[in-house]
């Protein structure tokens, strides 16, 4: 079908060769439910996987025809058939894993958060340098397509000059049911708002500084901060906010995830259709105005795809674009390291309640 001027081109660009190996070191959850269910409707080519616990490995394996379950990540980088090495375990183990695959000469996408310490991030950015692979991050939000959507719209200048962005959630999320955030102390920015802080840098560049507070909830059942509010203040007149709260417990009905993105002459707001009915999810909604084409009509198209498990196509796709076209990827392992000094401020501006600069991190 021809495309039309209001085409906003959101869905994520593949590679030509979508065949490149890949071998996956992690088969817990968002392998299972995202990586590969996405991988699958790419049509990219999982060559490889491993998991701490075998069985898990092999049931993934049958599951979604993986021709080769091996004992460990170092089998995996070594199989010669894998060119990219997708990691999937939590972020204290992962400099560990880039090392053995960047000294094999193998591409990584490393999972997010990159680090738990921005040393540990800083320390996958040198490693990638140094043995001149691509790294890439998982950071995927900003390939749903709502995220994606609004990037066009803005990029076409139908937004004008940029002056406020916010994400505003209110929902219930059992992060005790993922054990290995119960007894984190920074959960739900470091885990969660950090997409959001992405997808607002992605759309609105860096922020200058950050001022954020953050609290649990009585009776909460994880150790973390489960509600935030997160000050963005860009050059100029230009300011975000994030609004979080994980512990809504009235019905779903009631819950909402919505974006809006404002300008001197246009206005997106949309929803975030993943965390309605979760996982089960619902697509991405979003409607925008703009003076530069009619000051009087809201657009409304209906975009299809969601941020689990679709927008994981965009990730590893860009990656492996970057490989082909031998060019850095979008979503690279320098880049997050902006993502996550936002994230880093954020934490020290909770602790010392005063706004911190985010190039101080
Ligand atoms: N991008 C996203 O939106 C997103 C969403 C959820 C989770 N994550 C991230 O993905 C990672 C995994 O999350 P999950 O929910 O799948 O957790 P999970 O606990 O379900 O899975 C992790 C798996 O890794 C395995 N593992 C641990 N160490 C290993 C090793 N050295 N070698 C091989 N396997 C090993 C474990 O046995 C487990 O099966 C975390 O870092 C999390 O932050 C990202």
Redesign the pocket.
Known sequence: MEKTWLDLDYKPRLPNNLRRGIGI??????????HLPAYQMAGFNVVAI????RK??EELAERFDIAHVYE??EEVINDPHVEIVDI????D??P??VELAAKAGKHVLC???LGDTIESARKIVSLCKEYNIKGAV????RWTPGIRASKTIIERGWLGELTQASIQVNVLTQFEN????KEIDTLEIM?HSI?YMDSIRFLYGTPEYIYADGARYPGQQVKGETRTMIHMKFPNDTRGHIHDNHNNWANQEDWYATFRFEGTDGIIKGTNGALYNYPVGKEDTLSFISKKIDPSYWFTPKLSGK??PHA?MG?MGELMRAIEEDTQPENSVEDNIKTLQMVFAAYQSMKENRPVFVDSI
């Open positions: 070191i992690g088969a817990g959850e968002i392998v299972r439910e995202a491993t998991n701490r616990t898990k490995a460990t990540a999937a375990v939590t972020a183990l992962q560990e894993i999972q997010k958060p998982n950071q995927q939000m993922w054990p290995f955030l885990y997409h941020w689990f994981f990730t």
